[in-house]
């Protein structure tokens, strides 16, 4: 996008015109209402394709819109394309999870964990144990998706063993994964809004977020654990006896299914790529399975007249593929760990497709910055400043339907605003993450949305209550906007240095997205 909105790249004809506003506007208001009208009509089945189809509608009426300003078709199918490379990462990320959630439960990984969690566990306290163990993890993975895809789809399993609730279960997962992921240098999201929004380093980044995602947090953490208090005890004194008896009786429950864990762990706080740490724990577990559940590997393929060594390729293949499938005779076990598989991971990755078409077009044609520019111009105090950061770093998440877009737009849009009234740098980079960042899994046709409801199995319009940590940090940041508290101002002699082009902040998040973790 160049300096005038208008979204020109060199070669470019100079026909191109200016986008108005109307022109900004029609495709967003044609997302909105095909949106609420598949919702209306589809319910929670929206995201099986219905919602697709809205998002591949409105991404081709803003392909029109930009055609009309004198953009070319072939520039238009480019934007489209270009938009879609900022999934690429996210999706393969998304099937190695796919893939990981199938080995984990054929090797008893996920089954060990549900099994030792049923048994210390209780509902009173489970919520905030979900809420503080996703936290501990999401801080030392710095991934928010590798937590709720691993030990996040355990906790919704163990959920409805004890009595608990798996949408609130959920909620406490996300609330956690997401403070981790925040707060931690290694995140890169972390990384990349103070280094879009120029002047802040990382650790004073993470300093300015103590005061609001702290306080964020101890909220959802206190809330969490007085649903457990106010829980009836009828519900909270289940007796989890049977289940782990019926566990035992299945898989061979031991430390050892855990080794996927550890090495997962690891890979991750040594910061391998996130792909290559998630596959490499999904290929030891299969590997795992045919030694320590050889009676489970055996059932699941079915071929008794095959040999072990060609049972086990293929069940390593069909769980990583199609996923694993129990087949006990108990509907209670067999419905938890009947999961996983590339394949189920498909409906989201078509979800991922549609909205980031659609935000590729929006912003290529400049709709996104001039459907922004008056929000800029008429936030007078420092209180509507930052209000019109987060919600323009909310409805980016909406529109747009990717959380790094949602992050860089508003990080480059509102610099100069920020450094002509003095307040300091790490003001935004922080309102930008209070919004951008945490919001995105509210949205069910978001990539991150998408990916929680997916491998968490609960929708996003379920837990979306629940995840008090993501809903309290725009507000808190909104009342520390209003009413001053720890908003810091530069004296008149510190101005911010030029942050980078727009152009580099484009291909910087594009590179961000396409390496990093979510």
């Not at 909620?171 to 972390?190: H, L, N, Q, R, W």
């Not at 008090?468 to 004296?491: D, H, M, V």
Request: aromatic share 8%; glycine share 10%.
């Amino acid at each position: 996008m160049d300096e005038t909105g208008a979204g020109r790249r060199a070669g470019d004809p100079a026909s191109t015109a200016e986008p108005s506003l109307l022109d900004a506007a029609v495709p967003a208001v044609t997302l909105i209402v095909l949106i609420a009208l598949t919702i209306l009509l589809f319910g929670t089945a929206a995201t099986d394709g219905p919602l697709q189809v809205a998002l591949f509608t409105s991404a081709t009426v803003a392909g029109l819109f930009a055609i009309k300003n004198g953009y070319s078709i072939d520039r238009v199918r480019a934007a489209a394309v270009t938009g879609v490379t900022v999934g690429v990462g996210p999706v393969f990320i998304l099937l190695a999870i796919g893939a990981l959630m199938g080995t984990w439960n054929m090797a008893g990984t996920i089954p060990t964990i549900v099994y030792y969690g049923i048994g210390i566990l209780s509902a009173t306290w489970f919520y905030l144990a979900a809420a503080l163990i996703c936290g501990i993890v999401g801080l030392a993975t710095g991934s928010s998706w590798t937590t709720a895809g691993t030990l996040g789809v355990a906790f919704v399993a163990i959920a409805p063993l004890i009595g608990a609730s798996q949408p609130i279960a959920a909620g406490a997962v996300i609330s956690g994964a997401y403070f981790g992921d925040k707060m931690t240098p290694i995140s890169e999201t972390t990384v990349l809004v103070p280094s879009l929004v120029g002047g802040v380093t990382v650790q004073e980044h993470i300093g300015a977020m103590v005061w609001t995602s702290g306080a964020a947090y101890l909220l959802a953490l206190a809330l969490f654990a007085g649903i457990g208090i106010v829980t009836p005890s009828s519900v909270t004194a289940v007796d989890t006896s049977g289940e782990q008896a019926a566990l035992a009786s299945v898989f061979w429950i031991s430390p050892v299914n855990l080794l996927p864990l550890l090495l997962l762990f690891v890979l991750s706080v040594r910061r391998a790529p996130a792909f290559l740490a998630i596959f490499a724990s999904a290929l030891l577990a299969g590997i795992l399975a045919c030694f320590t559940q050889p009676s489970v590997v055996s059932t699941f393929v079915g071929r008794p007249d095959q040999g072990p060594v060609l049972v086990g390729i293929e069940a390593i293949y069909k769980a990583m593929a199609t996923g694993f499938v129990s087949d006990t005779g108990n509907a209670t076990i067999d419905g938890l760990f009947s999961r996983g598989g590339m394949a189920s991971m498909l409906t989201t990755v078509w979800l991922i497709l549609g909205a980031l078409s659609f935000a590729g077009i929006m912003e290529d044609a400049g709709f996104l910055e001039r459907l922004i520019r008056p929000v800029v111009a008429k936030a007078r105090s420092t209180g509507q400043l930052i209000m019109a950061v987060l919600a323009t770093a909310f409805a980016l998440n909406v529109v747009a339907g990717d959380q790094y877009v949602a992050d860089v737009l508003p990080s480059r849009i509102y610099r100069d605003e920020f450094a002509r009234r003095r307040i300091a740098p790490r003001m935004l980079s922080r309102a930008v993450e209070d919004s951008g960042t945490v919001t995105s899994p509210l949205v069910p046709w978001n990539t991150c949305g998408a990916y929680m409801a997916g491998v968490l199995g609960v929708a996003t319009a379920a837990y979306l209550p629940f995840c008090f940590f993501n809903i309290a940090s725009p507000l808190i940041s909104l009342i520390y906007g209003f009413t001053g508290f720890r908003i810091e101002r530069l004296p008149p002699a510190e101005a911010t240095d030029a942050t980078p082009s727009v152009v580099e902040a484009v291909e910087g998040s594009l590179g961000a997205s396409a390496s990093g973790t979510h």
